[in-house]
């Protein structure tokens, strides 16, 4: 089995890394009854002697050792050190060690030219040591998780600087990044600018790029509350307390209180809104820690997936959409689960990819389905979607026979769809409200390093992006004439 790292930047990145860790827990405590580090458990977790100061994986011999106490495969970084310490001080607490976190006091100031040139350069050397710790620690690293938001100053800028970082130093090792964009309401007024320098540096740094939209998200949320409103008894049960790893081996799930549909102590505002993303990254790598009929690498998503290197950006949904952590919902009927991924409602970007054009497009199906089940539906579904004419049959599909918690099976689709050259244009207009008038741009080229020539580079960026995805989607077949045998 592969090992992945997980780097969470800023506010945003380590809210949702938060509960990445809890749910991931709780599914392999859901698989794992009987306590043993086994090769899944290994993929995002250590196995440590917590005796010794440097913390030492204690020894897997013949894979079937007992649990002794559990680390996270993870790097956790913020400017501004609340969310962390609350997190190290929280029900995951125990999971992290302390030498994996980079915090300052001060934070960026909503300002990507702080994050990027400023704490990117100044903590350039220690994140390279942390990073470098973790991946000494895994016996076949393969991917590089890097979770972060668009709109903040760390966020956008220290998570990206980190994406040259690992392109430098680890360049055989994937770079996978879950990146969310701001709404256009957004409180942050210089988010636009902090987007689109960040993209820059996406289109250039990065393997696979999965968008997320906070607008997106919270109808998502809206809708599943509509579903299930909290007045129905037997809907919805209480957010469990984490999983603990005890020292006598045993993965313990926690125990679960009704709370009848008001949130618990424990739930934060954005919670359900981050377990949506977590769930996707725990379907994401399901195949690569799990085992199933047709399991799928991570290296294979971004061979398949990603035709031309710019065009890395994967429009994701998944079915069934659950909010809460351990929310027991009927299990909707197996192709009912298809159509729903690629419905407009399904989608973690405001877009509907069935009135747009098709590259490629990924299927990750978890739990009681068959081969067979996934043909039938592609087939079922084929006439309905439109993909470029060079590529008409650009599935990549992958079955692992372990379903998520609760559910008996689950659907992820990537789609790399032109349909996501609306919200990119969508952001290009908000930046260029900002930029026609150079408002707020002194705030970035005070940072030392800082160039106005890079708002510029930026923008064209972007724009050579919107235009490639708008060029593919007008691109028609053209006749090859056939070879003639001479006579």
């Given at each position: 089995?592969?090992?992945?790292?997980v780097?969470?930047?800023?506010?945003?990145?380590?809210?949702i890394?938060?509960?990445?860790?809890?749910?991931?827990?709780?599914?392999?405590?859901?698989?794992?009854?009987?306590g043993?580090?086994?090769?899944?458990?290994?993929?995002?977790?250590?196995?440590?002697d917590?005796?010794?100061?440097?913390?030492?994986?204690?020894?897997?011999?013949d894979t079937k050792t007992?649990?002794r106490?559990?680390?996270?495969?993870?790097?956790?970084?913020?400017?501004?050190?609340?969310?962390?310490?609350?997190m190290v001080?929280?029900?995951?607490g125990?999971?992290?060690?302390?030498?994996?976190?980079?915090t300052?006091?001060s934070?960026?100031?909503?300002?990507?030219?702080?994050?990027?040139?400023?704490?990117?350069?100044?903590?350039?050397?220690?994140?390279?040591?942390?990073?470098?710790?973790?991946?000494?620690q895994?016996?076949?690293l393969?991917?590089f998780?890097?979770?972060?938001?668009?709109?903040?100053?760390?966020?956008?800028?220290v998570?990206?600087?980190?994406l040259?970082?690992?392109?430098?130093e680890?360049?055989?090792?994937?770079?996978?990044?879950?990146?969310?964009y701001?709404?256009s309401?957004?409180?942050?007024?210089?988010?636009?600018?902090?987007?689109?320098?960040?993209?820059?540096?996406?289109?250039e740094h990065?393997?696979?790029?999965?968008?997320?939209?906070?607008?997106?998200?919270?109808?998502?949320?809206?809708k599943?509350?509509?579903?299930?409103p909290s007045?129905?008894?037997g809907?919805?049960?209480?957010?469990?307390?984490?999983?603990?790893v005890?020292?006598?081996?045993?993965?313990?799930?926690g125990?679960?209180?009704?709370?009848?549909?008001?949130?618990s102590?424990?739930e934060?505002?954005f919670d359900?809104?981050?377990?949506?993303?977590?769930?996707l990254?725990?379907n994401?790598?399901?195949?690569?820690?799990?085992?199933g009929?047709l399991?799928?690498?991570?290296?294979?998503?971004?061979?398949?997936?990603?035709?031309?290197?710019?065009l890395?950006?994967?429009?994701?949904?998944?079915?069934?959409?659950?909010?809460?952590?351990?929310m027991?919902?009927?299990?909707r009927?197996?192709?009912?689960?298809?159509?729903?991924?690629?419905?407009?409602d399904?989608?973690?970007?405001?877009?509907?990819?069935?009135?747009s054009?098709?590259?490629?497009?990924g299927?990750?199906?978890?739990?009681?389905?068959?081969?067979?089940?996934?043909?039938r539906n592609?087939?079922?579904?084929?006439?309905?979607?439109?993909?470029?004419?060079?590529?008409?049959?650009?599935?990549?599909?992958?079955?692992?026979?372990?379903?998520?918690?609760?559910q008996?099976?689950?659907?992820?689709?990537?789609?790399?769809?032109?349909c996501?050259?609306?919200t990119?244009?969508?952001?290009?207009?908000?930046?260029?409200r900002?930029y026609k008038?150079?408002a707020h741009?002194?705030?970035?080229?005070?940072?030392?390093?800082?160039?106005?020539?890079?708002?510029?580079?930026?923008?064209?960026?972007?724009?050579e992006?919107?235009?490639?995805?708008?060029?593919l989607?007008?691109?028609?077949?053209?006749?090859?004439?056939?070879?003639?045998?001479a006579?």
């Amino acid at each position: 089995m592969t090992q992945s790292i997980v780097i969470q930047v800023g506010q945003c990145g380590n809210q949702i890394g938060c509960r990445f860790w809890d749910l991931a827990l709780r599914e392999h405590a859901a698989h794992n009854k009987s306590g043993v580090y086994d090769e899944a458990l290994g993929s995002f977790f250590r196995n440590v002697d917590n005796r010794y100061e440097d913390l030492p994986n204690v020894d897997a011999g013949d894979t079937k050792t007992k649990i002794r106490s559990l680390k996270a495969r993870a790097v956790m970084i913020d400017m501004e050190e609340g969310v962390v310490n609350e997190m190290v001080k929280g029900s995951v607490g125990e999971l992290f060690d302390h030498r994996q976190l980079i915090t300052d006091v001060s934070g960026c100031g909503n300002n990507w030219a702080v994050g990027h040139k400023l704490y990117g350069v100044q903590y350039r050397d220690h994140i390279i040591e942390c990073v470098r710790r973790a991946a000494e620690q895994c016996d076949c690293l393969q991917c590089f998780f890097i979770i972060h938001s668009m709109g903040g100053g760390t966020g956008s800028g220290v998570g990206t600087s980190i994406l040259s970082v690992l392109e430098d130093e680890f360049p055989e090792i994937y770079r996978f990044v879950t990146a969310v964009y701001p709404s256009s309401d957004d409180d942050v007024i210089t988010s636009p600018y902090n987007s689109v320098l960040a993209m820059h540096q996406l289109t250039e740094h990065a393997d696979c790029v999965m968008p997320i939209e906070n607008q997106a998200l919270h109808d998502i949320c809206h809708k599943i509350n509509q579903a299930f409103p909290s007045d129905k008894p037997g809907k919805r049960v209480a957010m469990a307390t984490v999983g603990k790893v005890t020292t006598e081996g045993s993965l313990a799930a926690g125990a679960v209180k009704s709370r009848g549909g008001n949130p618990s102590a424990e739930e934060k505002p954005f919670d359900r809104m981050n377990n949506i993303v977590a769930n996707l990254l725990l379907n994401l790598t399901s195949s690569s820690r799990f085992e199933g009929n047709l399991n799928v690498d991570l290296n294979e998503i971004s061979t398949n997936l990603v035709p031309f290197p710019r065009l890395h950006y994967l429009v994701a949904s998944q079915t069934p959409l659950y909010a809460v952590s351990d929310m027991h919902m009927p299990p909707r009927r197996l192709d009912q689960m298809f159509t729903d991924a690629f419905s407009r409602d399904h989608q973690l970007i405001r877009a509907d990819p069935k009135n747009s054009l098709y590259l490629a497009c990924g299927l990750i199906c978890r739990g009681n389905l068959h081969v067979s089940d996934i043909r039938r539906n592609i087939d079922r579904l084929r006439p309905s979607l439109r993909f470029i004419h060079w590529n008409t049959d650009g599935w990549k599909t992958g079955l692992c026979s372990v379903p998520p918690v609760g559910q008996p099976y689950s659907l992820l689709a990537l789609a790399n769809n032109t349909c996501i050259r609306n919200t990119f244009t969508d952001l290009k207009d908000r930046f260029y409200r900002l930029y026609k008038r150079k408002a707020h741009m002194h705030h970035y080229t005070e940072v030392e390093g800082m160039e106005a020539s890079q708002f510029a580079q930026s923008l064209e960026s972007l724009t050579e992006l919107i235009s490639e995805y708008q060029e593919l989607e007008t691109m028609q077949p053209q006749e090859v004439p056939r070879l003639e045998a001479a006579s």
